[in-house]
């Protein structure tokens, strides 16, 4: 098969891709600006693939998180055990590392899972990265999910967050109709989100 490549280089600008990839599809995408948190209905696809580009937070030291619903989004509170350890580098080259963050995982936990933590918020920092939700509507098994991603620390750390990874289940076996991503605090400024449903 000949390569190809994207006319529209920017992954929140894809709008088609010129190659065979299956049954993956491009089922919705949200642009943040100002917005308190931006959420998803999930459907039937055996897997979701979430792609978040360049998301900026409002406030200064905040963290990027995610929650599922089981009631149409009337309530965020599926409980979740997940790990995540990060690599981290300063821009000046120092204080490299690799660690398991005891502080960010869930252990049978409702609260919002995060994705990074002490985000800085200078006008050039944010994270991006993906998300992956397997067989969210099943009404039989947990639904499991990793997440890595990059994003500035709030002392101009780049950490690759959850690389940070994390990885957990939803430990329910109600289907999951929602998912909702937010900051901890304050608004999400700018950024996309594109969800894409694969069978």
Same mark, same amino acid.
């Given at each position: 098969?000949?390569?190809?490549?994207?006319?529209?280089?920017?992954?929140?600008?894809?709008?088609?891709?010129?190659?065979?990839?299956?049954?993956?599809?491009?089922?919705?995408?949200?642009?943040?600006?100002?917005?308190?948190?931006?959420?998803?209905?999930?459907? @039937? &696809?055996?897997?979701?693939?979430?792609?978040?580009?360049?998301?900026?937070?409002?406030?200064?030291?905040?963290?990027?998180?995610?929650?599922?619903?089981?009631?149409?989004?009337?309530?965020?509170?599926?409980?979740?055990?997940?790990?995540?350890?990060?690599?981290?580098?300063?821009?000046?080259?120092?204080?490299?590392?690799?660690? &398991?963050?005891?502080?960010? !995982?869930? /252990?049978?936990?409702?609260?919002? =899972?995060?994705?990074?933590?002490?985000?800085?918020?200078?006008?050039?920092?944010?994270?991006?990265? =993906?998300? =992956?939700?397997? @067989?969210?509507?099943?009404?039989?098994?947990?639904?499991?999910?990793?997440?890595?991603? @990059?994003?500035?620390?709030?002392? /101009?750390?780049?950490?690759?967050?959850?690389?940070?990874?994390?990885?957990? &289940?939803?430990?329910?076996?109600?289907?999951?109709?929602?998912?909702?991503? =937010?900051?901890?605090?304050?608004?999400? !400024?700018?950024?996309?989100?594109?969800?894409?449903?694969? @069978?």
């Amino acid at each position: 098969m000949p390569l190809t490549k994207l006319n529209n280089k920017a992954v929140a600008n894809v709008t088609s891709i010129p190659v065979a990839l299956g049954d993956m599809v491009l089922v919705s995408s949200a642009t943040a600006s100002s917005s308190a948190s931006i959420e998803f209905s999930l459907g @039937n &696809y055996k897997e979701y693939k979430f792609f978040f580009v360049n998301m900026h937070p409002q406030n200064y030291q905040v963290s990027f998180q995610f929650n599922f619903s089981t009631d149409s989004g009337s309530n965020y509170n599926v409980t979740k055990t997940t790990s995540a350890f990060r690599a981290r580098h300063t821009e000046a080259g120092a204080s490299g590392g690799i660690s &398991y963050e005891t502080g960010e !995982d869930l /252990a049978q936990s409702t609260s919002f =899972q995060n994705l990074t933590f002490n985000m800085d918020s200078e006008s050039d920092s944010n994270i991006s990265g =993906q998300l =992956q939700l397997f @067989n969210p509507s099943s009404d039989t098994f947990v639904k499991h999910f990793m997440a890595t991603n @990059n994003s500035t620390y709030d002392d /101009a750390y780049s950490q690759f967050t959850l690389n940070f990874f994390h990885a957990g &289940y939803a430990n329910t076996t109600s289907a999951l109709t929602n998912i909702k991503f =937010q900051m901890s605090s304050g608004n999400i !400024d700018a950024g996309k989100i594109l969800m894409f449903g694969i @069978n």
